[in-house]
């Protein structure tokens, strides 16, 4: 069963179906995918978001191995304004991203909050481990902003092509 949360702003939910129309209109833009892992499709298919909460996120959930929620804020009917996720398998336990019309207002920020409680109160993991390109400026303010560090250095594959990443990492202690 996966929770819902509220933040002093925001409404997450765990990700349904219902979703996807929203995740396929406010996902697919260059400024948002450019820096994710090169298994997001790019072009981004007509059915890349009803592809994703069906085949890829829904069953990760339902084994419990992965927790994806979308991102509101309290008004009522508020459209989905993006996505948080975790997971327990690889080496980047925690992803986000927030439609261009909502970033840079602390959003996702906040949204890591209750995110990251879970992951290390609920689900009782010693680390949290995340791969990240180095050009990726916002994701890495969200990251130094929690206390995580950078532990190794390499390059990866991303959606806008290889690019110098870093793995940052948090653990339960700190
Ligand atoms: C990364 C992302 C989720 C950040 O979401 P957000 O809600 O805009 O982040 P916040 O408003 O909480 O800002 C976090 C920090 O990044 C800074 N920031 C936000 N957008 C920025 C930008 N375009 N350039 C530089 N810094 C930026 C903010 O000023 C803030 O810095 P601070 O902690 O010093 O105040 C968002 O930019 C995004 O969706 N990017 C595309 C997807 C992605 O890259 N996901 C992460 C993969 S690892």
């Avoid at 979308?70 to 996505?83: D, F, N």
Wanted: glycine residues 8%; positive net charge; proline residues 8%.
């Amino acid at each position: 069963m996966v929770p819902t949360f509220t933040t002093r702003r925001l409404l997450l939910q765990p990700l349904g179906m219902a979703d996807a129309p929203e995740i396929q209109l406010q996902f697919p833009h260059w400024q948002i995918v450019r820096h994710l892992d090169e298994v997001v499709p790019w072009p981004y298919p007509q059915n890349g978001a009803a592809f994703f909460c069906q085949q890829v996120a829904l069953p990760a959930m339902q084994q419990g191995v992965a927790f994806h929620w979308s991102i509101r804020l309290h008004q009522a009917s508020a459209p989905l304004i993006g996505v948080i996720s975790l997971t327990l398998t690889g080496e980047s336990h925690r992803g986000f991203w927030i439609g261009l019309p909502w970033q840079g207002l602390g959003y996702v920020t906040e949204a890591c909050e209750p995110v990251t409680a879970y992951w290390f109160d609920d689900l009782q993991q010693p680390v949290l481990r995340i791969t990240k390109s180095a050009g990726n400026v916002a994701s890495r303010r969200v990251s130094l902003r929690q206390g995580m560090r950078v532990v190794r250095t390499f390059t990866r594959r991303f959606v806008g092509g290889p690019e110098p990443a870093g793995l940052w990492e948090l653990t339960r202690h700190e």
